[in-house]
């Protein structure tokens, strides 16, 4: 949709990246920067860029750079930058000079930490895990155990378990549309699962390398509880917090 601009005399609803100026391309898409309070609660989307299809990769670290003069002339402590892991973004990181041992860039003398979204981290994870098995050490009589999780062992739960309802069919195998889904990727790395496989274990449904997969599921819980917390105190969930000195984050 375009839209005639009286005052300024132009025409918006065309492809535009900042220094690089409009396209003919009609935009069908919109790149938005929006800021967040990390001592207190506010958000407020700071700029928009049109766009017929995704930001090119080799376009977004300048359109990340003009962000962020914008916001320093506002006087505004930038310290940390979060987006999804589309390719795009990954590779836009890439380019400011991020890596996976210094996860942050340099701009005009300060550093950027980049994080990903904890949400699509674990959406990621969990189609990562539906075709690849985990090696992990298990603490087993003291003794640390090599053994391997697999997402078979959910496949199981639900055969030997058919009262296992909050597992449904498109967990185990998910569709296309599903496995984006933050919710079904929430309810398989539980507490809750995790028991569950730990039972199956202890009743000799599944052998050792069931301890793998239980404690991967709550491991993940865990995290995730850590990386999506505001509250002061959280005595069901003690992870799920906001982090401070004498929060159990740093030893976790």
């Known amino acids: 949709m375009l839209f005639y601009n009286q005052g ?19 935009a069908k898409q919109a790149l938005v920067f929006m800021v967040c309070g990390i001592r207190k609660k ?42 999804d892991m589309g390719r795009s973004n990954v590779k836009a990181l890439q380019l400011l000079g991020c890596t ?12 950027i930490f980049t994080v990903y979204d904890p949400p699509h981290l674990l959406k990621c994870f969990k189609n990562i895990f539906m075709k690849y098995d985990v090696r992990t050490l298990v603490n087993i009589g003291g003794e640390p155990t090599p053994l391997v999780g697999k997402w078979q062992h959910l496949h199981v739960l639900v055969e030997q378990d058919r009262s296992v309802n909050f597992l449904p069919l498109t967990h185990q195998s998910p569709m296309p549309p599903q496995k984006m889904r933050v919710y079904v990727a929430a309810e398989v790395f539980s507490r809750h ?41 959280d005595k069901r969930k003690p992870r799920k917090l906001a982090v401070s000195v004498k929060s159990p984050h740093l030893e976790f």
């Open 42 to 83: 506010w958000k407020q989307p700071v700029a928009y860029y049109f766009s017929y299809s995704s930001t090119p990769a080799n376009t977004l670290p300048e359109v990340i750079k003009e962000v962020l003069f914008a916001l320093q002339e506002t006087e505004l402590k930038v310290v940390a930058t979060v987006c």
């Open 193 to 233: 699962f995790a028991a569950e496989i730990h039972a199956l274990v202890g009743r000799n449904v599944l052998g050792s390398d069931g301890l793998a997969n239980a404690q991967l599921l709550m491991d993940v819980d865990l995290a995730l509880d850590s990386l999506n917390g505001y509250k002061e105190s």
């Open 8 to 26: 300024r005399h132009e025409i918006y609803g065309f492809t535009y990246h900042s220094r690089k100026g409009r396209s003919l391309a009609v």
């Open 100 to 111: 996976f041992t210094d996860p942050f860039f340099s701009f005009e003398g300060e550093k």
